[in-house]
Structures are given as structure tokens and as C-alpha cells.
């Protein structure tokens, strides 16, 4: 059961939720067949990076930093070439590939407690603005971080967490191998909230 906001068309991929959530957080979901000859509009990019910089932060602390890479750039070949497994195979379509970077050490050498789970909230309101604005976006753990690390030559304080590819969605045959379209189809699945409630009195 979902809110049907009538702008937007249906969408065959939609959650089946236990109660009404918002249109678009029901129909995100994370592909990995990408559209490589389609551009991202910059307008839509900033946007999601803008949803990105007004995320809640413990003490407004800001400790979310981004690199973005636009596809046909030395950047975004560096970012995919420390991508691991499957994520090698099919994220190189996608228009952008942007790294999830934690400060986690402020500027007075104190450690930033939360800082990665500060990046999760400003990267979740990310993927939500580009996906009402028509993008697709999947999180990707699987990477070389000490690769990423000395090709941004990051310091000790920032540690990239995830990267996220983005981009326009292309059919799931497009994808080079079995296993990828076999996972692009399958059916989407959540354990019932009932078991991710430790206690709900």
C-alpha cells in the first residue's frame, strides 16, 4: 500500500508496504543497468548533492564530504577502476560515480563519533531526491578504499565509505552477464517490520 502521487506514473517495481509511505521512497530501488549514453542533467546532480548538504547532522557538524566523477574523466576512472567483483562489471554505465567520504576527525583532532552514520543520512537524502528527479542510484560497499585513498590523495581524517553510481536506468538485458540480470529482475523483498522492532511497547 502506497500514497499515489498522480504526477508520477506508475511504477512496476514499487514496494508493497504495511502502511502508506511516500511515493517515491516506495519505488526507489538500487539497479545496475545504467543508460552509458545518457548524461545526467547538472541541474537534477546538484539538486541531489544540495538534498545531500541539508541533512541532519549530530551538532550540525558536517561531516559528509563528496568526490563526483562524471564518466569520461580521469576522476571517474580512477573511482572505477578501485570498484571490486560485480561492481567492476556493470558501474562504469553509470553517468556518475560519486564517493561517500567520512570526515571523521574534526578539525581540533577530536573524533567524530558520528560521522559515517551522519554520511548515511546525507547520502539516503541523496538518493531520494534523485530518484523523484528520475535518476536511479546504487550504494556500492565493494571497493578498494586504500586505492581510493592515495588516487585522492585523502588524508587520515577523511575515509571514503561507499560509492554510489547514478544515472538513467536501462533495461536489465543490457547487463553483460547472468547472474547480474538474473538479481536486475528478482523479486524486491524486506524482512516484516514486526522483526526489525527489538521492542514496540
Do not use: C
Amino acid at each position: 500500500m502506497t500514497i499515489t502521487d498522480t504526477s508520477r506514473p506508475a511504477f512496476d517495481r514499487a514496494a508493497s508496504t504495511s502502511a502508506p509511505i511516500l511515493t517515491t521512497l516506495a519505488e526507489r530501488w538500487s539497479p545496475r543497468s545504467f543508460d552509458a549514453a545518457k548524461a545526467i542533467d547538472e541541474t537534477v546532480l546538484t539538486a541531489a548533492l544540495e538534498a545531500a548538504r541539508w541533512s541532519p547532522s549530530a551538532a550540525n557538524s558536517q561531516p559528509a564530504r563528496f568526490i563526483v566523477a562524471r564518466r569520461g574523466t580521469p576522476e571517474f576512472d580512477a573511482v572505477a577502476a578501485s570498484l571490486m567483483g560485480f561492481n567492476s562489471v556493470w558501474a562504469g554505465s553509470a553517468a556518475v560515480l560519486i564517493v561517500a567520504v567520512a570526515e571523521v576527525v574534526d578539525a581540533d583532532g577530536k573524533p567524530r563519533r558520528w560521522a559515517e552514520y551522519d554520511l548515511g543520512q546525507a547520502m539516503a537524502h541523496l538518493s531520494v531526491q534523485a530518484h523523484h528527479d528520475g535518476l536511479h542510484v546504487h550504494q556500492m560497499g565493494g571497493f578498494d578504499v586504500a586505492a581510493l585513498t592515495e588516487a585522492f590523495s585523502l588524508p587520515d581524517a577523511l575515509v571514503p565509505v561507499t560509492i554510489t553510481a547514478l544515472g538513467h536506468l536501462a533495461p536489465a538485458d543490457a547487463l553483460p552477464d547472468d547472474t547480474l540480470r538474473a538479481r536486475e529482475t528478482a523479486p524486491r523483498t524486506r524482512l516484516p517490520l514486526a522483526d526489525l522492532l527489538l521492542t514496540d511497547a
